[in-house]
């Protein structure tokens, strides 16, 4: 999976936001005063309020969709494999925005687009590997904002998420391009809908157990505590059988799938492996044969901009929430 990620960004400067998007006032912006933030547990001061913002893969340029940024945005990074974009809300911040790579960011789209932010996470665009990194950029003069549920949370070299997954949304939601109220309104929306959602969830020993398949055949590529599908299965009134690992997107066994005997599996589809050939995988691997959302056939897919950090959440929990209440559990 390309853990790349979904959400918006405010910063306290000067903008105002008026109807369905943000309003950004003509005024020197150079002139602005410098905001200081905590991202991923560290404090981190921004100059002046950004105006050709870069943005990593489909939830994280959402965000910014989200809150009718596009005029603040240079350009995005997004493979081509994450589903139709004709029918998103936010079909016309696409046709807007440069769509920089189908690929991943590089320095070289970066400076190419005359970026001051990358908004970005690990994982999700920022990489060790090839030195693509908020180090990096600092250096070439650019300033990055870390996707706060890809943020390294300490308990070992790659485990990411330092929040609730939802809460992580929310703050992304809030700080950077000052468009609070707009912010506030859409975290008002997000929370009233999935607090609908819950009111309908069943309780306790009711709750079914679900587990995330994204991908992988010798083993499984799945979702700890600490990503955005924790929370959207919790929310939904369902249980994450992956929740004691502390991590975010992460590999675990297929004997702890079996032990842990989920009563539904929901599958995460993109990339060149259809839905359906996840699921006919599945449905006919030997291990799986005694578990329950094997046996009962209980398999549920979600898109992967609806399981990654970004404005598609609530509405993710909505539909997963629909899903587990017709679920009777063993």
């Known amino acids: 999976m390309r853990r790349t990620l979904i959400a918006a960004l405010c910063l306290t400067a000067t903008v105002t936001a008026s109807g369905c998007g943000a309003n950004v006032e003509t005024a020197d912006d150079a002139r602005s005063p410098a905001v200081t933030l905590t991202n991923c547990g560290r404090q981190v001061t921004y100059d002046r309020v950004p105006r050709r913002v870069v943005t990593n893969d489909v939830g994280i340029t959402e965000i910014m969709f989200a809150l009718g940024l596009e005029d603040r945005m240079a350009g995005f990074a997004m493979p081509d494999d994450k589903g139709d974009l004709t029918g998103v809300p936010w079909k016309e911040g696409y046709e807007k925005v440069k769509w ?35 180090g990096a950029l600092k250096k070439l003069g650019i300033p990055s904002y870390v996707l706060t549920e890809s943020c390294h949370n300490g308990r070992s070299g790659s485990a990411r998420g330092i929040m609730p997954p939802l809460d992580a949304l929310y703050t992304d939601l809030g700080k950077l391009f000052g468009v609070e109220d707009r912010a506030v309104a859409l975290v008002a929306g997000f929370k009233k809908r999935i607090a609908d959602v819950r009111a309908q969830a069943p309780e306790g020993a009711d709750r079914p157990e679900v587990f995330l398949y994204d991908s992988g055949q010798d083993t499984p590529f799945t979702a700890g505590r600490y990503a955005a599908p924790e929370q959207i299965i919790s929310e939904a009134g369902g249980v994450n059988v992956m929740h004691d ?22 599958i995460c589809d993109y990339g060149d492996t259809s839905a359906e050939q996840k699921k006919k995988f599945l449905l006919n691997h030997p291990p799986l044969r ?9 398999v549920f897919v979600l898109d992967y901009v609806d399981l990654v950090e970004s404005p598609r959440n609530p509405s993710a929990v909505a539909r997963l929430g629909a899903y587990l209440r017709t679920v009777e559990k063993r």
């Open 100 to 134: 920089l790579s189908k690929d991943q960011l590089t320095k070289e789209n970066v400076l190419a687009a005359r970026a001051d932010l990358v908004f970005a996470g690990w994982n999700y665009g920022f990489r060790e590997e090839d030195g693509f990194t908020p």
């Open 245 to 266: 690992v502390q991590d975010s997107w992460t590999t675990v066994g297929w004997e702890t799938v079996v032990e842990r005997d989920p009563d539904v599996i929901v």
């Open 290 to 298: 005694g578990v329950s959302a094997v046996k009962n056939r209980r």
